[in-house]
């Protein structure tokens, strides 16, 4: 089910569906059903017990995840694909994807960019790939130098994790000329199928979330998501 599909999908059942009703368990029970396999009650629980869950039981929860989101080759739409590859500064030497999943998006700008070193990074531990070298990490807990990369991007990710101010630090830090990030734009319900933790649902939830102000950075809104483009290093702010 692709990106389009399930961000049309998800638009109706918050938009067009009294609340009461779209974020009440009876209603949403058949959803996760038929969208997890034998996971509904960690995963229909999953953000009352995150509070509460260890770093090794968090990364056992998503190593073991099994859903039809997982089945596709990215969360990225086609349009948000070619907006963040288009963004790498053409002189740029070094590019980290931060919650590469299978390595989708680092596989893609290593075609588009033979010349640049790309460096994949995920929980679980990607397939390997040509040109891409990958590392296994949490987000929070980056094994990179200050400055290591001219670009970092990490997409449908942050919205995941359970200490946001900490990995917003750590891809700060790890970056050296500009930062992509990928969200999507949705509002908070407490029961979605997706792991959610964190919710954007306008341009202003971001600059709070992010702490953008007085920092050089671009949001757009591309297909149910955002993309936001941070500059980095001395002169950027933030």
């Given at each position: 089910?692709?990106?389009?599909?399930?961000?049309?999908i998800r638009?109706?059942?918050?938009?067009c569906?009294?609340?009461?009703?779209?974020?009440?368990?009876?209603?949403?029970?058949p959803?996760?059903?038929?969208?997890y396999?034998?996971?509904?009650?960690?995963v229909m629980?999953?953000k009352?017990?995150?509070a509460?869950?260890?770093r090794?039981?968090?990364?056992a929860?998503?190593r073991?995840l099994?859903?039809?989101?997982?089945?596709?080759?990215?969360?990225?739409?086609?349009?948000?694909?070619?907006r963040l590859?288009?963004?790498i500064d053409?002189?740029?030497a070094?590019?980290?994807?931060?919650g590469?999943?299978?390595?989708?998006?680092?596989?893609?700008?290593?075609?588009?960019?033979p010349a640049l070193?790309v460096?994949?990074c995920?929980?679980?531990?990607?397939?390997?790939?040509?040109?891409v070298?990958?590392?296994?990490?949490?987000v929070e807990r980056?094994?990179?130098?200050?400055?290591?990369?001219?670009?970092?991007?990490?997409s449908?990710?942050l919205?995941?994790?359970?200490?946001?101010?900490?990995?917003?630090?750590?891809l700060?830090?790890?970056?050296?000329?500009?930062?992509?990030?990928?969200?999507p734009?949705?509002?908070?319900?407490?029961?979605?199928?997706?792991?959610?933790?964190?919710?954007?649902?306008?341009?202003s939830?971001l600059?709070?979330a992010?702490?953008?102000?007085g920092?050089?950075?671009?949001v757009a809104?591309i297909w149910?998501?955002?993309?936001l483009d941070?500059?980095?290093?001395p002169?950027?702010?933030g």
């Amino acid at each position: 089910m692709n990106r389009y599909l399930t961000n049309a999908i998800r638009w109706v059942m918050d938009e067009c569906v009294p609340a009461a009703i779209r974020d009440s368990r009876p209603f949403m029970f058949p959803f996760y059903r038929l969208a997890y396999r034998g996971q509904l009650g960690p995963v229909m629980d999953f953000k009352s017990r995150a509070a509460t869950m260890t770093r090794a039981e968090y990364v056992a929860f998503y190593r073991d995840l099994d859903s039809l989101s997982r089945r596709r080759a990215t969360d990225l739409t086609p349009a948000c694909a070619e907006r963040l590859v288009a963004a790498i500064d053409p002189d740029a030497a070094s590019f980290l994807d931060v919650g590469c999943g299978n390595g989708w998006l680092a596989t893609r700008v290593a075609a588009a960019r033979p010349a640049l070193s790309v460096v994949g990074c995920d929980v679980r531990t990607p397939p390997a790939a040509a040109r891409v070298a990958f590392a296994c990490a949490e987000v929070e807990r980056l094994p990179f130098r200050d400055g290591a990369f001219d670009v970092v991007a990490c997409s449908h990710t942050l919205e995941h994790v359970a200490d946001l101010g900490a990995a917003w630090r750590e891809l700060r830090r790890v970056a050296r000329r500009r930062l992509l990030v990928v969200v999507p734009r949705q509002r908070y319900f407490y029961y979605t199928l997706d792991e959610h933790l964190h919710f954007f649902p306008d341009a202003s939830s971001l600059a709070r979330a992010f702490g953008l102000a007085g920092t050089a950075h671009a949001v757009a809104s591309i297909w149910g998501d955002w993309l936001l483009d941070v500059r980095c290093g001395p002169g950027a702010g933030g």
